[in-house]
C-alpha cells in the first residue's frame, strides 16, 4: 500500500518554482512538474504560505524576519492580517509562520520581533486555528511569550514548532505546555548526530513532517542521509534543467519521503506505520474541522 504524506510546511511561493535564482532567470517555470512529482509520492496535502489550487492550503500570519512590516502601521497590517484570515475560511488552516528567529537580527531586531509574535497570538484566539510557529535560537524568549499568553491559547486548537532542531529538553517544555502542539520535523532537523539522537526520542503521537522547501534538503553530508532510500533523478546546475530531474539545492515535496525514511531509520520503527500515525496528526492538528 502506498505511503500518504501531508507536507506542513513548503514555500511553493518562491521564485526558484519560476525558474528565478537571485534574480536571474535560469529555467523554466515549473512548478505544475514540482507538484506533480509530489502527488506522484504520495502527497495528499501541501500548506503553502499562499495558494488557491485544491490540495493546497494557507497558513496566515507575519514572520518573524519580516515583523518590521508592522511598524509603519500596526493596527492597519493587523487588521490587514484579520481580513485574510475572514475571507478564506477554508483555506487557511493555521496562524503563522510567526514567532522568534535570532539567527537573522540583520532582518528584524529582537523587540520588534517579540512584540508582533505576541500580537499575532490573538488571532488563534479570535479564529480558533492552530499556530504555525518559528523558534531559530530564541527557545527562552519563545516560551516566555507563550506562557505569558497561556489564557490567549489555551482554547486555541494547538500548533507546531515547524523545523525543529532544538535540544530534546526544548522539545519536552513546547510539548508539555499544550497537549496539541507538535514538532514538524525537516531536513534541518536531521542533519547532525545530535539531532539524531533527539528525534528518535521525540513522541510520534507529536510529529509532523514538512520539506520547508526549496530550503532544508537532506544532503549527502547530514548525519540522517544514511536512512534515505528513495532517490531522485537530480541535475547539478539549474541551469542544465531538465523537466523529469530534481535539481541539486532546490528540495521539493516530493522528497517527504526521505524526511519519514529517516524518522522511521533512527527510531528503528515500521515506515508504514510511522505514516498512519504522522499522517494522522496532521489532519487532527490541521483539518480536522474538514473531516467533520
Not at 515500521?270 to 496532521?282: F, G, M, P, R
Request: proline share 4%; with cysteine.
Amino acid at each position: 500500500m502506498a505511503l500518504k504524506y501531508i507536507d506542513i510546511g513548503a514555500n511553493l511561493t518562491d521564485s526558484m518554482f519560476s525558474g528565478v535564482y537571485s534574480g536571474s532567470k535560469k529555467h523554466p517555470d515549473d512548478l505544475d512538474l514540482v507538484l506533480k512529482r509530489a502527488w506522484q509520492q504520495g502527497l495528499q496535502k501541501i500548506i503553502i504560505t499562499v495558494g488557491t489550487l485544491k490540495r493546497l492550503y494557507v497558513t496566515m500570519g507575519c514572520h518573524p524576519t519580516r515583523c518590521g512590516e508592522f511598524l509603519t502601521d500596526p493596527e492597519k497590517y493587523y487588521e490587514a492580517l484579520k481580513g485574510k484570515i475572514s475571507s478564506n475560511p477554508k483555506k487557511i488552516v493555521a496562524i503563522g509562520e510567526c514567532g522568534l528567529d535570532y539567527d537573522r537580527l540583520h532582518f528584524c531586531d529582537k523587540e520588534t520581533q517579540k512584540m508582533y509574535f505576541e500580537k499575532q497570538l490573538h488571532l488563534a484566539k479570535e479564529f480558533q486555528l492552530p499556530m504555525f510557529l518559528h523558534c531559530r535560537n530564541s527557545h527562552e524568549d519563545f516560551m516566555d511569550i507563550l506562557e505569558r499568553n497561556r489564557s490567549l491559547l489555551e482554547s486555541c486548537t494547538g500548533g507546531v514548532v515547524h523545523s525543529f532542531d532544538g535540544s530534546l529538553s526544548e522539545a519536552e517544555k513546547i510539548l508539555n505546555y499544550h497537549p496539541q502542539f507538535y514538532l514538524g520535523i525537516n531536513g534541518c532537523s536531521l542533519k547532525t548526530a545530535d539531532n539524531l539522537t533527539v528525534v528518535s526520542q521525540l513522541p510520534n503521537d507529536r510529529l509532523v513532517v514538512e520539506t520547508d522547501c526549496p530550503w532544508c534538503g537532506i544532503r549527502p553530508t547530514h548525519a540522517g542521509f544514511q536512512f534515505v532510500e528513495t532517490k531522485f533523478p537530480t541535475v547539478k546546475k539549474k541551469e542544465k534543467w531538465l523537466a523529469e530531474a530534481l535539481i541539486e539545492g532546490r528540495s521539493e515535496p516530493c522528497q517527504i519521503s526521505q524526511v519519514l525514511e529517516i524518522i522511521a531509520g533512527v527510531k528503528k520503527e515500521s515506515i508504514n506505520k510511522l505514516a498512519d500515525v504522522i499522517y494522522d496528526n496532521t489532519i487532527r492538528l490541521f483539518f480536522n474541522k474538514e473531516m467533520k
